[in-house]
């Protein structure tokens, strides 16, 4: 099976206030925005409710200059293949689109922190603590590459970890 690769991409960072009313706009009728929590090099993300289900998800949109560069096709590819992986230590994908000419894709809102977060609040984490998280994310690595799929961006940045001690 052909390998899909994930990677970070730096790019300028984008106007929220223009991102989010675009986004208002274009899904007013299925998701409506509450907030923004989490940004990087390839996406912001923004806490949303999902009218249709009744739920709280993370919709990310992929920065415009960086969905000017790879296209809608390939971020679509990209996402269905990610949709494909269902495994325990992987967030799903819900939904996903284009509006306003912003790519985007929805996933379960997971009410934790992330493991960057974690190691500055504690600075040390015990080490059977330490590696759960590390088998737990192992684990989940193991099944993407079994599946075709390579995360290039593994970082603590990118590791959540619910209140119930689980890695995603």
């Known amino acids: 099976m052909k390998q899909q690769a994930v990677s970070p991409t730096t790019v300028p960072r984008v ?9 208002e706009k274009g899904l ?5 925005l509450q907030e923004e ?6 996406a ?11 739920r ?5 949109v992929l920065h415009p200059e ?21 495994h325990p230590h992987i967030l799903t994908v819900f939904d996903s689109g284009e ?25 040390q984490l015990p080490v059977t603590e330490a590696v759960r ?4 994310a192992a684990q989940a690595l193991a099944y993407a590459h079994s599946q075709g799929v390579i995360h290039r961006d593994i970082k603590p940045d990118n590791l959540l970890l619910t209140p119930d001690g689980n890695t995603l």
Request: proline share 3%; glycine share 6%.
């Open 66 to 86: 960086l969905a000017a560069t790879i296209g809608p096709d390939r971020f679509q590819h990209e996402i269905r293949v990610t949709a494909r992986l269902q």
């Open 133 to 136: 998280i590390a088998r737990e």
């Open 44 to 54: 912001t993300v923004f806490l949303a409710r999902d009218l249709k289900h009744d």
């Open 15 to 23: 106007a929220v206030p223009d991102l989010r009313l675009s986004l």
């Open 99 to 123: 509006t306003a000419g912003q790519l985007w894709f929805t996933m379960p809102h997971v009410d934790g922190e992330t493991l960057r977060d974690r190691i500055r609040r504690e600075e």
């Open 56 to 60: 709280q998800v993370a919709l990310k």
């Open 37 to 42: 929590i989490g940004r990087g090099g390839m």
């Open 28 to 32: 007013a009728d299925r998701y409506q």
